[in-house]
């Protein structure tokens, strides 16, 4: 089932020997287009901690009561490594933390078939017949980019991001719509207005032609007018394939199932 990421935040993680805190953000793979990471309260707001779980050990999900119950005791996830998320999540964190749980690296892992994403937005320079090696003083610079993941954005970050559309802006990024059975980031729910609650319309991945991390912008392959009469998204309603066949329908694009 699809649903709203910002619906996830809130939710109470329930180890197997009792609760343990909440989901309060979620850090996806902006390569990849899938939830890496539930970060989550723990304890209380003032004597608490902040730690990263990856979605794959949560079971079935009470959805009517907000709860995600994980295959970890409290003491598990109390004493995994904390998350210092005033900084962006450095590989040598990860494997902290997959080494901790004796979890199997995702970075290691074949890319599963996925409905076309967006690709990451890098600067990729020609590639030189015999390249020359690199100055002293950049292997320490290269050495410090390769310790942080690029690729992990949390959506806390993202929502607010103007959409840039080929004649103009319209609107921000309100949240994302996530397939509660594979974590994957399926659409953008885009806020038509930027001071005032507007109409809410959904804007496919496979639409976005770039994303400016730095200048805070989507950039999408459509145009104002055309995005503000799209289907309307009511959050309130259960997102069915119905309303995504009017969606593809009305932009004349092929469907991803």
Known sequence: MLRSATDLQGYTVRGVDGDVGEVTDLYFDDKAWIVRYL????????SGREVL??????????????????SLTKEQIENSPEANLH???SRQQEVALHQYYGWAPYWTMAVPSAPPRPMPITMTPPVNPVPAPPAPDMVTAEAEDTAVDPHLRSLDEVTGYHIAAEDGDIGHVETFVVDDASWSIMYMVVDTR?????????????WVQQ?????RRVYVDLHQETIKNSPEYDPDEPLERAYEERLYDYYGRPRYW
């Open 39 to 46: 970060v989550v309260r723990t304890g209380g707001w003032l």
């Open 53 to 70: 779980l990856t979605p794959l050990v949560c079971e079935q999900p009470d959805w009517d009561n907000a709860v995600f119950p994980v």
């Open 87 to 89: 900084k962006p999540v």
């Open 194 to 206: 930027n001071w005032l609650p507007g109409r809410k319309v959904l804007v496919a991945l496979q």
């Open 211 to 215: 994303i400016a991390w730095i200048d």
